[in-house]
């Protein structure tokens, strides 16, 4: 694969008219993310319903259950959220996931748009608790903090001509170390270590987010010639499911760090 930082690279565009080419960039880049908004809309209001329906007011005939912040819960946020079936709600989306991501090459580009918008409203579904541990004010600042961040790292990832291979690496071997930390974490119960966590989770998945940024870019850069529509629009998919990622753990990370909670 040539390297787009080359001056191979950069002869293998010629004969492509500018225009055209940007065009194609552009079109390819919107799709994937007019795809991750969509899915990122559609987790917003999947946890909206989700905790709508799961709560009451202390007293209220349907209250069946208190949240260990005193929030009531209906007999719904019971299930969702302090049953033996809030498992299948979070371990559904990486069922969800790795099915998308181990056979997207297979589906039809509906299909495997229709899987990552299933992924994001069972996510959606998930997050209902955050808004039991949250204040909705709280949320919603570090969704449009998250947003922001976001939203200017990958069009730094767009827009640098600097290869961050390098970057992204480093980043990678990060979240490794952050996952097992909190992996072993979850037994220690240390707060130090979730505020390290967490800091680092905001650094890592910044990185991350400019990188697959540019990744993504020069994907289409290099295979756009050989692949067909089709191609191309299961790749914006698989895409938008990578930057939604970023999104969703940088703004976890940040919720867990800088977030008002309830009580």
């Known amino acids: ?14 004969g492509v008219g500018s225009a055209s080419f940007d065009m194609g960039l552009r079109a390819y880049m ?3 993310y007019n795809h991750m908004a969509m899915g990122v809309a559609m987790t917003g209001v999947a946890a909206y319903l989700v905790y709508f329906m799961s ?3 202390v007293g209220s005939p349907d209250a069946v259950y ?3 912040n005193g929030v009531a819960l209906t007999s719904f946020g019971y299930t969702m959220f302090a049953s ?3 498992w299948v709600i979070v371990l559904a989306p990486l069922a969800i996931v790795l099915m998308l991501v181990g056979f997207i090459n297979r589906m039809e580009p509906s299909t495997a748009r229709s899987v990552f918008y299933l992924y994001s409203v069972l996510v959606g579904a998930s997050f209902g608790i955050l808004l039991l541990e949250f204040t909705g004010k709280s949320v919603c600042s570090v969704f449009f903090i998250s947003s ?3 939203g200017a790292l990958s069009l730094y990832g767009y827009n640098t001509r600097r290869s961050l291979t390098s970057l992204g690496s480093f980043m990678t071997m990060g979240l490794f170390g952050m996952i097992i930390a ?10 130090m ?4 966590l967490s800091v680092a989770g905001i650094l890592i998945f910044s990185g991350l987010t400019a990188y697959h940024t540019q990744s993504l870019k020069n994907r289409y850069l290099h295979s756009r010639e050989v692949q067909g529509a089709e191609d191309l629009e299961r790749s914006a998919v698989m895409g938008a499911l990578i930057l939604y990622l970023d999104f969703v753990n940088l703004f976890l990370r940040i919720l867990y760090l800088t977030g008002q909670r309830r009580g």
């Open 84 to 86: 033996n079936f809030s």
């Open 148 to 150: 922001a961040t976001f």
């Open 55 to 57: 709560v009451t007011s």
């Open 1 to 14: 694969m040539l390297d787009y930082y080359s001056s191979d690279a950069g002869s293998s565009l010629k």
């Open 30 to 32: 919107l799709s994937v």
């Open 193 to 196: 270590v979730d505020f390290v």
């Open 66 to 68: 208190v949240w260990m």
């Open 182 to 191: 909190s992996i072993v974490n979850m037994f220690l119960g240390n707060s």
